[in-house]
């Protein structure tokens, strides 16, 4: 591959900034601030895309970093580049919504489809991990990373068994740690214990509603559900009955109440026959004494014996003849005065005989009503007698039934209370039966569960032990891979140290790409060496890897501001070597001049840009 072109649209600090760059060896100058770190990471977001992550690292991520400086909008950028003969234009944009990636060969006109939006599937091994770690060298950043080396493993383990680099050594690790992690994170042993738990406590609440049960049932035992609605019906018939009862004798008594009423209602008084002294309210009113006659019968004493009246009259008419006689010889004042009186003596003396035979007349027949009350009274009070008898025994009776109705009421009231404990009980065992069925189920629902659980731990022990030695077999195998591509890694690099600083010197890398230096007598850890020799030696190791990874490939090598702790004799040394011996096209950016010098002394071709025009 040979980028020939880049346009940055809009990227970084660049508006519309347009370079060409050679085939072989080119030189990108610039000063501080200039943008050549923008330039490297241009080129790899062309490649790659521009990551964007999230939460607090979303401010320093590549995409906020390189965001344009103007029309913020607009953020895309183009790159023309060769490969296996054939040019190639690659459009991205990489604004946040309009994020899009299109290839396209000049050649035929026809768009390359990018399913993944990088350069993967166009160049074998061409991923953003390998670049950062082989061809792509930004500023500080020479060492590999730790991962970088199950990458290695996967390449040689690949190309050794199927001949490929398709297949990944450390994805499929990766995937089987994840299913080791899933199933041990999915274990049921937690859902197990809890089964158990749960198992304990079902048995425990079946023997409690067991225990529950035969009490209910012996405290039924004590009960005869036949006895106890033979017993409440008699008493609610008794009852019935002595409601009844109650209820005749209630209403006799209320016939004799009346019947008493109506013979104590007061008799009409005697009217006297006319010309009897006195009016009727003279009369005493009826009913017995206390000495047990009646007053009604008594005569009355106020009025003046009938002989008294006769003999005025017999005096009224003798004195009447004796002044016939000698009225001749009287005065006559004296005699009108002895006229008058014997005319009041007949006239009160004939006025008192009429008046007694009325009197002696009313008397005797007043005489015989009342001889008639009287014995009517007698009657009537013997009747009241008997009726006051009948009614004591009434309510004595009455009585006797109320007393029996109380004890009929408390005798159903108990009957009552039985039916209810019974029916209460009955309901209480009811439920408990419905509990322990229902505790039964889930007791079996929890066995099975619980069965199913075992079975399913089983298979994952089984599963985990297939991961678990699925994952040893391949770190094995990466283990003894490594003896495929760490010596001649190895190898490699210190061919390139040797001829970089023309020193022998045998380096040797184990599987975590971790580099030590054989002494003949040990083997020294290479943080002991320079920092100039230090850089020297990864980019000797990031060439090896990557005539690893990509094979027979050219690949574009990118450095930026690598050089910085090479002396001049080194950077004279890694120049001339690139300039004869790397086939690839070699893009350095640096802000010294040093490189176009030695260059130049060495008479060597190179394109050169200056970021700073």
Same mark, same amino acid.
């Given at each position: ?52 992550? *999230? ?126 992690? *899933? @199933?041990?994170?999915?274990?049921? $042993? ?26 209910? $049932? ?104 004796? @002044? ?103 309901? *209480? ?25 075992? $079975? ?56 975590? @790409? ?37 094979? $027979? ?61």
């Amino acid at each position: 591959m040979i980028i020939k072109e880049l346009w940055l649209t809009h990227f970084g600090k660049f508006h519309d900034f347009h370079m060409e760059l050679g085939p072989s060896m080119n030189i990108i100058s610039g000063g501080n601030e200039a943008g050549k770190s923008t330039v490297y990471h241009f080129i790899e977001a062309m490649f790659f895309g521009a990551r964007r992550l *999230r939460g607090r690292a979303a401010s320093s991520d590549m995409y906020s970093r390189f965001q344009p400086w103007e029309g913020k909008n607009s953020y895309e950028g183009t790159m023309i580049f060769e490969h296996q003969g054939m040019t190639y234009r690659l459009y991205r944009n990489f604004y946040k919504t309009e994020v899009s990636v299109t290839l396209v060969c000049l050649d035929t006109n026809k768009v390359i489809p990018l399913p993944d939006g990088t350069l993967e599937n166009f160049i074998e091994n061409f991923t953003e991990e390998n670049f950062e770690n082989t061809i792509g060298v930004a500023q500080t950043q020479s060492r590999l990373s730790r991962s970088f080396a199950r990458t290695l493993q996967t390449q040689a383990a690949n190309m050794a068994m199927t001949g490929s680099s398709r297949l990944r050594l450390d994805s499929a690790l990766e995937c089987l740690e994840r299913e080791r992690r *899933r @199933l041990r994170r999915g274990s049921a $042993d937690g859902e197990l214990e809890a089964l158990g738990k749960k198992e304990t406590y079902c048995r425990q609440e079946l023997e409690e509603n067991r225990q529950r049960l035969e009490m209910l $049932d012996g405290e039924l035992e004590k009960f005869s559900e036949e006895d106890l609605k033979r017993k409440f019906e008699s008493s609610e018939k008794g009852l019935e009955s002595c409601q009844m009862a109650i209820g005749a004798l209630s209403e006799k008594l209320s016939q004799h109440a009346a019947q008493a009423g109506r013979n104590r209602a007061p008799l009409s008084p005697r009217q006297p026959p006319l010309g009897s002294h006195g009016s009727s309210t003279d009369r005493p009113s009826y009913g017995l004494t206390s000495h047990g006659h009646d007053p009604r019968l008594e005569k009355t004493g106020s009025r003046l014996p009938a002989w008294l009246y006769g003999v005025l009259l017999v005096a009224g008419i003798l004195t009447g003849v004796i @002044l016939a006689g000698i009225h001749e010889h009287i005065p006559l004042p004296a005699l009108r005065l002895f006229l008058v009186l014997t005319a009041f003596l007949m006239v009160c003396g004939l006025l008192g005989f009429v008046r007694g035979i009325f009197e002696q007349r009313r008397e005797l027949s007043g005489r015989a009503f009342d001889e008639e009350r009287h014995r009517s009274i007698r009657e009537s009070d013997g009747e009241e007698e008997s009726h006051g008898r009948e009614a004591a025994g009434l309510q004595m009776e009455l009585a006797r039934m109320e007393e029996k109705k109380r004890a009929l009421e408390q005798r159903h009231k108990i009957c009552l209370q039985a039916l209810e404990q019974y029916r209460q009980i009955r309901e *209480r065992r009811a439920w408990e039966q419905e509990q322990y069925s229902r505790i039964s189920n889930t007791l079996e629902d929890v066995i099975e569960e619980d069965q199913r659980l075992r $079975d399913k731990i089983r298979e994952e022990k089984k599963e985990e032990l297939c991961v678990d030695t699925a994952r040893k077999i391949l770190e094995e195998l990466a283990g003894e891979i490594h003896e495929s591509f760490g010596k001649p890694l190895a190898d490699r690099a210190s061919e390139l140290m040797n001829r970089i600083t023309g020193e022998e010197r045998q380096f040797i890398i184990n599987e975590k @790409l971790e580099m030590m230096v054989d002494n003949s007598q040990d083997f020294v850890p290479v943080s002991r060496l320079s920092e100039g020799a230090l850089e020297q030696l990864y980019l000797a190791v990031r060439l090896g890897a990557a005539k690893l990874l990509f094979k $027979d490939a050219t690949v574009p090598l990118i450095l930026d501001d690598t050089f910085a702790y090479y002396d001049d004799q080194r950077l004279r040394t890694v120049l001339s070597w690139f300039a004869s011996e790397y086939k690839g096209q070699v893009i350095v950016l640096t802000c010294q001049h040093r490189e176009c010098d030695i260059l130049d002394g060495l008479n060597e071709d190179y394109n050169y840009v200056n970021l700073e025009r």
